[in-house]
């Protein structure tokens, strides 16, 4: 299926549900009536009951008697009646569902587009109805005052400000660590090779275009609070390796990996943070802490491989580092590196004879007189060159002349 490990486990625990628990809404799913997401949803609403319960839902929902009205019945009006069926049928259970959904409250932060994220915060409702309504309302407030920004940009802004305790309007000056892996050319050459947030940003790895990364440096430099640290990369990609003795990567080989992984689980298609730093061959086995042997993993992932019958071993494609992982299926998939930003490659300027001289006789070296076209800003033309000549001693036999002839 190509899916994240958090997504198949997820997969397959839903459908060990339908198999076992509830037979009717397999065959609804089955014969289409309903669709893997509605299905999902039945699995979900009737998490907290008891198998029995669960059983009798599943009839009078999905029964054959029932198949009619499922069809026609929308996911909320569906949603709403295994809610209500729940309810008279283990009220207690529904209460504990309850106190349990109070006690994972929670704020999180998740990537959107154009380098923005949803800030969420998992609250009970009356609290989150009340936090709403105060924004909204001093938003409308503000705005009837003459402010030009819309209500939801009054509320967001205003959210930020009572956060992180800033004057109005000053909500972008909350100092945060944002570490940015860009290339030389982007930064400082005016590239377009667009940089990628690595870490520092709970939503994960984003990808920031080119002029938007020097802003944000520039920033940071203006306010003092900017470090830049250079990471040399190979011509094939590859960052420079190092080493150590220590049973756990050091701090500075740990925040190489993280930006060779670019802040994401080196797992294929796992898309969770990068949590741990994990030993490709296993410390125990004699795997070496280096930079070759490192790899970034979740936590999910780390633990998933210490389990029996998974192997991994390290190898390359392309010059960049890659991993072979080998299930306990035999099914074997490679993770390659991620390709680093391109570094600044200056071109050779062109040789060319300079006027009124030939090129090389055959056989023969060029040496002597040459000359560079440039094109600097305000220098545009040939710069000819003619080395110092070197002292013979007396007595010695003169070598072959192998500078290029002038023209007569």
Not at 29 to 55: D, F, K, N, P, Y
């Amino acid at each position: 299926m190509q899916q994240s490990p958090h997504a198949g486990s997820a997969f397959l625990s839903t459908a060990r549900v339908w198999l076992t628990g509830m037979p009717h809404t397999f065959h609804a799913l089955r014969i289409g009536i309903l669709s893997q997401w509605r299905a999902t949803l039945l699995v979900r609403e009737t998490s907290h009951l008891t198998a029995e319960h669960r059983a009798q839902i599943d009839e009078q929902v999905c029964g054959p008697a029932n198949l009619p009205t499922l069809a026609r019945t929308g996911t909320r009006r569906l949603i709403a009646r295994v809610k209500e069926l729940a309810a008279e049928l283990d009220v207690q259970a529904c209460v504990k569902r309850r106190a349990k959904a109070v006690a994972q409250r929670c704020v999180s932060v998740r990537p959107a587009p154009d380098l923005m994220v949803y800030l969420t915060a998992l609250v009970p409702m009356q609290q989150g109805v009340q936090a709403y309504a105060q924004l909204k309302k001093h938003a409308e407030a503000v705005r009837a005052a003459g402010d030009e920004r819309g209500t939801g940009q009054l509320m967001a802004d205003t959210l930020v400000e009572r956060l992180t305790g800033r004057e109005p309007g000053r909500a972008d000056d909350v100092p945060v660590t944002i570490n940015l892996l860009v290339s030389d050319q982007t930064l400082l050459a005016d590239g377009d090779r667009p940089g990628v947030v690595i870490e520092g940003m709970p939503a994960g790895a984003g990808v920031v275009p080119g002029p938007v990364a020097r802003n944000l440096v520039a920033h940071g430099i203006d306010a003092d609070a900017a470090w830049l640290r250079t990471i040399y990369v190979a011509p094939g990609g590859r960052l420079v390796a190092s080493t150590s003795r220590a049973r756990f990567h050091p701090q500075g080989l740990a925040d190489l990996l993280r930006a060779r992984e670019q802040g994401l689980c080196a797992t294929p298609w796992c898309d969770a943070r990068l949590r741990h730093i994990d030993h490709v061959t296993p410390h125990s086995e004699g795997g070496p802490t280096s930079l070759d042997n490192g790899q970034g993993l979740c936590v999910r992932c780390n633990h998933a491989k210490q389990a029996p019958g998974w192997t991994q071993s390290t190898t390359e494609s392309n010059g960049r580092q890659a991993v072979k992982t080998v299930a306990p299926t035999g099914h074997s998939y490679d993770f390659v590196a991620p390709e680093p930003p391109e570094p600044l490659r200056e071109t050779p300027p062109a040789w060319t004879p300079a006027a009124g001289m030939t090129g090389a006789r055959d056989g023969h070296v060029p040496r002597g007189r040459y000359s560079i076209e440039h094109s600097a800003p305000g220098h545009g033309g040939t710069i000819a060159f003619r080395p110092r000549r070197r002292r013979r001693s007396p007595g010695r036999r003169p070598r072959a002349d192998l500078a290029w002839a002038h023209v007569r």
